[in-house]
């Protein structure tokens, strides 16, 4: 049975960081394309950022810079690294994992920035 479940998300002010993590289970990691996607109220899911089984790195425009993604193949976890955070940071967000055919989501974790 597949698992990815996320950790991490809160309530920060714009400018704090905060670290998201996604304990996976059931896949063979390190042959998996990993990413976060966020969903805001109103808006489409959309990739925040993916990390290869190489090791190579995407970001969406609006996170370079601010954001790093992150894998550990010996722990089965990915993180993202949120720094700098704006409002428009807001979002559910989910952490995926894909090998083609398949590809599985979390269950999502809240980030809310606001003052």
């Known amino acids: 049975q597949v698992q990815l479940v996320e950790s991490g998300g809160g309530l920060v002010q714009p400018g704090e960081s905060l670290r998201l993590s996604c304990a996976a289970s059931g896949i063979i990691f390190r042959l998996n394309v990993m990413a976060w996607y966020r969903q805001a109220p109103g808006k489409q899911r959309e990739l925040v950022a993916l990390i290869t089984t190489g090791g190579s790195t995407n970001y969406a425009d609006s996170v370079k810079g601010r954001f790093t993604i992150s894998r550990e193949q010996e722990t089965n976890t990915l993180y993202l690294q949120m720094n700098r955070l704006k409002p428009e940071d807001t979002a559910v967000y989910y952490c995926?994992?894909?090998?083609?055919?398949?590809?599985?989501w979390g269950q999502g974790t809240q980030v809310t920035v606001s003052s």
């Open positions: 995926t994992a894909a090998r083609p055919p398949n590809m599985f």
